[in-house]
C-alpha cells in the first residue's frame, strides 16, 4: 500500500489484513496466485488496484500517537533484544501505555521459560513532533504483572530522546519493512519506514 508491502492473513471468507491509511489517496495493489497440488499444475495469477480516499479532519495534520507503532518500535530495539540476548528460553514483550496525544511509554520485560516471573528491563519512551518520532529509555526495577498498572510510567520524566531512523542493511529492509507494517497486540503501526515520519 503506497509502497509499503503488507502481508495479509486467510479466513474463513478469504484474506485481510488493517492497515493504517495516509491522509489523501492511498493506493493499494493485491498480487495473488494459486497452484494445484501437482508440481505440474499451471500457476494462476492476478492483480488488483484501488485508490481510497482518506479525508482530513481537524487535527489529522497533528495526528495522535497510537500504541500499535509504539510497540512496534519498543519491541525491535537492540536494548530490548539484549533482555534476554543469545539465551534459550527467554522471551520479552512490551506493553505500552498512552501518556498524552503525543508520548507512549511501554514498559519492556523479560521472562524465562522456567520461571514466567517478568522483570522490568526498561521503559522505552516515543514523543511525536510533527510528523516526526523521537525515543529513548528510562530505568525500572522489579516484578512487572502480565497486565502492569501505569505505575511503571513516569510521565513527568524526560530521557534523553533521539530521532527514531531506521538503519537496516538492504537485506533486511525489506524483511523489516513488512514487519513494521504488520498488525500487532494493539493494531497497525502508522509508521513509514521509507521516510521514518508517522501517518498521522
Known sequence: MN????????????????????????EIVVHGWAQGFDEDAKVVSGTARVVVQRKTAPGDGTGTL???TAYMLADSTDK??????EGDGCGF???????????????????????QVRRCGHVYTLRLRGDQLYSGFYACHGRLNPRPR??????DFTPRLHRVVINASRDDRDTYRVES????????????????????
Not at 530490548?80 to 540476548?85: D, K
Not at 512490551?94 to 522456567?114: E, M
Open 3 to 26: 509502497g509499503r508491502p503488507l502481508e495479509t492473513f486467510p479466513t474463513r471468507k478469504g484474506y485481510r489484513t488493517p492497515v493504517a491509511l495516509e491522509a489523501g489517496p492511498n
Open 66 to 68: 497510537d500504541l500499535a
Open 80 to 85: 530490548a533484544y539484549w533482555l534476554c540476548g
Open 93 to 115: 514483550e512490551p506493553v505500552c501505555f498512552r501518556v498524552g496525544p503525543r508520548r507512549v511509554d511501554c514498559p519492556v520485560a523479560s521472562w524465562h521459560s522456567d520461571n
Open 150 to 155: 501505569q505505575r511503571w510510567v513516569r510521565a
Open 181 to 200: 507494517n504488520g498488525p500487532n497486540r494493539y493494531g497497525a503501526p502508522r509508521f513509514s519506514m521509507d521516510r521514518d515520519v508517522f501517518l498521522p
